[in-house]
């Protein structure tokens, strides 16, 4: 993973413009060593075309011949992506620190910060135009759709925000209907898939695409990388009450100071209705980050939700149990457990 940064670093996005180089190289161990990532999904792509090369080497063989390049390449597209999203997303989100150290736009400012994410996406854009296949260019731009998207749908919750209380109803006091609640928690892993898992599926099918295999491996590689990913988000939401700025590199609590509902809250408003309110006034009033933060744990919802994050790594591990065993398909095992135990 260290050569992979590397990689990036000079042959990816090396400008001879000094400033543009230094921003966009941020992560990449450019202005700033320490703080590469835990970079889960390059590995995700090397494990697995290793594991489906283990499962199905006569296809394989069949491929190109430079089909080794050809994935490392994708492994770096799908970190270049990732890294523009967090670029931007720490602009919009106002944050000060990530993976412990100051966010681009704290140092070089919002608007080199933005350009600089652009630029990766236009490196991106590029080397991936390069890898000659068409259905991966496709699958691969799609993930950048679908994090604008995820991100829009965070920012505006528009179609629950909108629904009518009919007025013969007391708000305060009245019954929730299920329904309601329900319709929340569909939006919100609906959201999730689009910020965080359709990077980590599209990019798994890719690798797939590029190996040459059939449908149903490309289909089950898509399935792990979806199912990682939506695990991988809910544990992101329980570290948000969970975790500590040592830990995570990042202030915990950000979700709700910033008014938005995850799972824990989302499932503890599902027994203490009086957190809907909260949760439709985006937690502003004074005392409600508090607040709610005590009435999530006066319940199980972070319980529950890590049992949910546990119930996708367990659909993601079953995604690739068809594959042959191998070293590769422990280490994705291994990686999927290593999702829903991490601190960080
Ligand atoms: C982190 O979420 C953010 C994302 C996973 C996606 C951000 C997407 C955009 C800003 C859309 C633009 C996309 C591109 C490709 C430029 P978070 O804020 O919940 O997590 P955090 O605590 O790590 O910031
Ligand atoms: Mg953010």
């Not at 999203?85 to 681009?104: C, N, Y």
């Not at 972070?302 to 591990?317: D, G, P, S, W, Y």
Request: with cysteine.
């Amino acid at each position: 993973m260290d050569t992979l940064s590397n990689t990036i670093r000079s042959d990816l996005i090396s400008i001879d413009h000094p400033v543009l180089n230094q921003v966009a190289s941020y992560f990449f161990g450019g202005a700033n060593t320490s703080s590469g990532g835990k970079k889960i999904r390059p590995m995700m792509i090397l494990l697995l075309s290793k594991a489906m090369q283990i499962h199905d080497a006569p296809a394989y063989d069949q491929g190109r011949p430079d089909i080794h390049a050809a994935t490392r390449r994708l492994a770096e597209i799908s970190e270049l992506i990732h890294t523009a999203s967090l670029f931007h997303d720490d602009v919009i989100d106002g944050a000060d620190t990530r993976r412990g150290t100051p966010t681009v736009h704290k140092v070089f400012g919002n608007k080199m910060a933005i350009l600089a994410g652009d630029y990766l996406l236009a490196r991106a854009s590029i080397f991936l135009a390069r890898l000659r296949n068409v259905e991966v260019v496709e699958s691969m731009s799609t993930i950048i759709e679908h994090l604008v998207r995820g991100e829009v749908m965070q920012l505006n919750k528009a179609t629950l925000t909108t629904t009518p209380t009919p007025s013969t109803v007391d708000s305060s006091t009245s019954f929730t209907p299920v329904h309601h609640l329900e319709q929340r928690m569909v939006y919100y892993l609906r959201k999730n898939f689009y910020k965080t898992a359709s990077l980590m599926a599209n990019s798994c099918k890719s690798a797939a695409i590029l190996g040459g295999y059939p449908d149903d491996m490309i289909h089950s590689a898509y399935c792990f990388g979806k199912h990682l990913g939506i695990a991988f988000q809910l544990v992101d939401d329980v570290l948000d009450y969970e975790g500590t700025v040592g830990s995570m590199g990042k202030p915990p609590l950000a979700d709700l100071n910033a008014g938005l509902a995850t799972a824990p809250v989302l499932l503890a408003s599902h027994v203490l209705p009086e957190l809907i309110p909260m949760m439709d006034r985006k937690f502003r009033l004074e005392g409600d980050v508090d607040r709610a933060v005590y009435m999530v744990r006066q319940t199980n919802a972070i319980q529950r939700t890590m049992e949910l994050a546990v119930i996708h790594a367990q659909k993601a591990m079953d995604s690739i149990m068809p594959l042959k065993p191998s070293v590769y398909r422990d280490s994705l095992v291994h990686l999927a457990h290593s999702v829903v135990n991490r601190s960080r």
